[in-house]
């Protein structure tokens, strides 16, 4: 039972990246996935969400029409596409498969979780 993220970076202000999550084995089937992040100094929050269709997407305000989360199930993986980049979006991003198939906001209602990846955004 794997989740691993990668994919970040420095980037400029007002740059994109895109994260993937890859999974393995039971970690995959039939959950809700999502991404979270930690800046230094600050506790994990959560960025966006979706459910195991991908036809429901949740996400936090402060990344709210910059940044788009998708799903492959064939491919057991998750992106996260984040444009529009600020400084305050550098933290160490981390995927996370939930208990169930619904998308989830709250990190105790996630089972698994992946080592995170380093976004960092320069002024």
């Known amino acids: 039972v794997q989740l691993q993220a990668f994919g970040g970076g420095l980037v400029q202000a007002g740059g994109s990246l895109r994260l993937s999550c890859a999974a393995s084995?039971?970690?995959?089937?039939?959950?809700?996935m999502g991404w979270f992040r930690q800046a230094p100094g600050k506790e994990r929050e959560f960025v966006a969400a979706?459910?195991?269709?991908?036809?429901?997407?949740y996400y936090a305000d402060s990344v709210k029409g910059r940044f788009t989360i998708s799903r492959d199930n064939a491919k057991s993986t998750m992106y996260l596409q984040m444009n529009s980049l600020k400084p305050e979006d550098t933290a160490v991003y981390s995927c996370?498969?939930?208990?169930?198939?619904?998308?989830?906001?709250?990190?105790?209602?996630?089972?698994?979780w992946g080592q995170g990846t380093l976004v960092t955004v320069s002024s």
């Open positions: 996370a498969a939930a208990y169930s198939d619904y998308l989830r906001v709250i990190e105790s209602d996630y089972a698994y």
């Open positions: 084995g039971r970690t995959w089937s039939r959950r809700g």
């Open positions: 979706i459910s195991w269709s991908g036809g429901t997407t």
